[in-house]
């Protein structure tokens, strides 16, 4: 527990810093406001708002499921309470990624202490990448807010074995998963994160594990069973075998290389794979497309297996500055590229001195699984830009380290003749 006087004043600057964060992204919005709206942002969020808003709402079968629904919920209903359909969830997103700010603060306070919460929360101000994510259509902003949440109350979970806590944790990860479906298998893996945590697994741990499954089932089983109800299919929350197929090759990668779709479908339908009839549902496509990106790592595996290696590196690295656009790929990888230098630092330095506190593993947990997640899927920055925050974390920890070094350093020359 921290002292009474560091809690203070912890509250004090995070409030000072939400405030700062709020003013640097309504001032962002305001004199470079993104017009630019990408098929998901068209098509899922802004058609399935206006589809809500028109009265079709998410019973009908035209809704598109291979995003999940809240995102376009919240901007339906934005418009039908002040008649914008952008600028209402713009705003909300600029708040929510000033709240992250403090809610990532807290998480940074709890595991490596104040002086690397009050770097973090410096760095996560003036990250650009989260400043135009809060400007723009899309989910990742919200996404990345409630899943801080759930890590800030599953930290809190596994320091004090509240089952309170395990439960307010699932219903967050159950909205953050509504919101986008990458984290749907996280309840899955989770106990792997718990052996980490735990030398030995109480019953209380256990109890609190189930009831973090069950409110994140909770949270998500309406969506469940209206798309069983809609599409006669059991899926959880959305259908998105297109990216699988897409990081299935590297001739898939951008939106240039979609082109060698048709010849590589032909090829498929060569091997005996034909694609669903026209009129087909969604559930029947996405089980095409799946299967198509199966099909190519069988073909890989079968003419060339030791490629899977390079293949594979190659889609880690991507992730950690690639566009589906095939464009800003220098600017997004020099920007960050001090960030994981410092992170890498951060943590050799916590494990190489045998300080790390165990409560670093639900950061570096996190942080595997979405890496793991998109080396099999698609590997673009825009799915791993949720977990920067933590990444930051990491890096203000290495930060400090070098800074401490330095001093030290400084010190011993001035003390010698």
């Keep these: 527990m921290q002292d009474s006087s560091e809690t203070r004043l912890t509250w004090k600057i995070m ?61 339906a209903f934005g418009s039908w309470m002040f008649g914008h359909d952008q600028l209402t969830i713009k705003v909300l997103q600029i708040v929510a990624d000033s709240a992250t700010t403090c809610v990532v603060m807290l998480i940074a306070r709890e595991i490596l202490g104040f002086r690397t919460a009050l770097i973090s929360g410096g760095l996560l101000i003036v990250y650009p990448f989260s400043i135009y994510a809060s400007t723009y259509i899309g989910s990742e902003t919200l996404f990345t807010f409630f899943l801080s949440c759930c890590i800030l109350f599953f930290l809190w979970a596994t320091s004090s074995s509240r089952l ?39 019953k209380r741990v256990i109890v609190g594990y189930l009831g973090f499954c069950f409110c994140f089932a909770l949270m998500i089983a309406p969506w469940t069973v209206r798309n069983y109800l809609v599409l006669k299919e059991i899926v959880p929350v959305a259908l998105a075998s297109t990216p699988f197929l897409q990081g299935s090759h590297e001739d898939f990668l951008t939106i240039e290389a979609k082109k060698g779709y048709p010849k590589y479908l032909l090829e498929l339908k060569e091997r005996g794979i034909s694609a669903p009839p026209p009129g087909a549902g969604p559930v029947a496509t996405d089980r095409y497309w799946f299967r198509a990106g199966l099909e190519k790592y069988k073909i890989r595996a079968e003419t060339d297996p030791l490629s899977f290696i390079p293949f594979m590196l190659q889609k880690f690295g991507r992730m950690w500055y690639a566009t589906e ?40 947990f996190v942080i595997a699984y979405f890496a793991l997640l998109h080396v099999i899927s698609l590997p673009l920055f825009r799915y791993v830009l949720p977990i920067m925050p933590y990444v930051i974390v990491l890096a203000s920890m290495g930060i400090l380290v070098c800074f401490d070094r330095l001093k030290e350093l400084t010190i011993w020359q001035k003390m010698s003749p």
């Design 325 to 364: 656009s095939g464009r800003n790929h220098v600017i997004i990888l020099f920007a960050n590229l001090p960030l994981y230098i410092f992170a890498i630092v951060g943590v050799i330095s916590l494990f190489g001195q045998r300080r790390a506190p165990q409560s670093i593993w639900i950061l570096l």
């Design 15 to 75: 409030s000072i810093f939400f405030f700062s964060s709020l003013m640097l992204r309504g001032l962002t919005l305001w004199l470079s406001p993104v017009e630019h709206l990408g098929s998901n942002a068209k098509i899922a969020f802004l058609g399935g708002a206006e589809m809500i808003l028109n009265g079709k709402g998410l019973m009908d079968s035209e809704y598109p499921v291979f995003i999940p629904p809240l995102y376009a919920i919240l901007i």
């Design 164 to 202: 309170a806590w395990y439960l307010l944790a699932g219903c967050m990860l159950g909205v953050a998963t509504l919101i986008r479906g990458t984290t749907q298998f996280f309840p899955l893996l989770t106990p792997v994160l718990l052996a980490l945590l735990h030398r030995t697994i109480s």
